[in-house]
């Protein structure tokens, strides 16, 4: 399966600030120098404003102007909150119940208009998003491989390699890791970065180096989307977890 065979892409992140939707960006302003229609979604996000046409979350809505075209709000964000804390406690807080089927609704309607969607998930792999759903669900129900991001900072290797590990457990299929600076004084960086490089069965799409600012532009340059070539069998299990989801959900 190649990487214009596939529909989009799930990014998650080794943690809250390791820089998800800086690289979501970035992935969306590289693939549309591949392919002509690239949307993105964020599914859950908390930390939102309210306004006029209701509650709007800035990386979502980052996420909806780097878009080829502009899909409506509520498909990108189909679940807003406003407290920026963990998104089952602000859903509990005002009686909202996660629902998959409505985040997959959301999704297919994004996917019949584009070649790709990039789907940014809500902190870490394994952030609850109620009593019994977990961000690793999200990217089952759509059928997605996974790309992580890994924060570069102290800490990281073992907060990668967890993460890795809990991805292969769940039977996700882990793409491909993208390294981001987000210390801009972090001792041994590059022996992290081949620490890491040994230690995880999935090509690095590209390292990202401390960026003040970063415009996704810019950080599309340091990516490398072309080298994602899932194996056919990955391409088969997406698609049986992806059945195995509907099934439950029926």
């Known amino acids: 399966m190649s990487t214009t065979a596939m529909q989009g892409m799930f990014i998650t992140g080794t943690d809250t600030g390791c820089g998800k939707t800086a690289i979501t960006l970035g992935l969306m302003a590289a693939w549309r120098t591949r392919v002509e229609r690239v ?76 070649d790709q969607v990039l789907v940014e998930g809500v902190g870490g792999w394994r952030v609850p998003l109620g009593p019994e759903l977990f961000l690793s669900d999200v990217p089952k129900a759509l059928g997605l491989p996974v790309v992580l991001v890994v924060g570069l900072k102290l800490g990281c290797l073992n907060h990668a390699l967890l993460t890795v590990e809990s991805i292969r457990a769940s039977d996700g299929v882990l793409a491909g890791w993208i390294a981001n600076q987000v210390d801009p004084n972090m001792l041994e960086q590059e022996a992290n970065l081949a620490t890491l490089a040994a230690l995880i069965e999935a090509p690095c799409l590209g390292v990202v180096p401390w960026l003040e600012r970063p415009e996704p532009r810019e950080v599309a340059g340091y990516l490398h989307p072309e080298l994602i070539d899932l194996h056919p069998r990955h391409s088969v299990r997406l698609a049986s977890t992806q059945a195995r989801s509907r099934t439950r959900d029926a």
């Open 39 to 114: 949307l993105g979604m964020k599914p859950v996000a908390s930390g939102c404003t309210p306004g006029p046409a209701g509650l709007r979350n800035d990386d979502a809505l980052a996420l909806q102007a780097q878009g080829s075209s502009q899909a409506p709000y509520g498909i990108v964000n189909p679940y807003a909150f406003e407290p920026p804390i963990a998104p089952h406690l602000a859903a509990g807080q005002v009686g909202v119940i996660i629902s998959l089927p409505v985040i997959e609704q959301a999704f297919r309607t994004l996917a019949a208009a584009a």
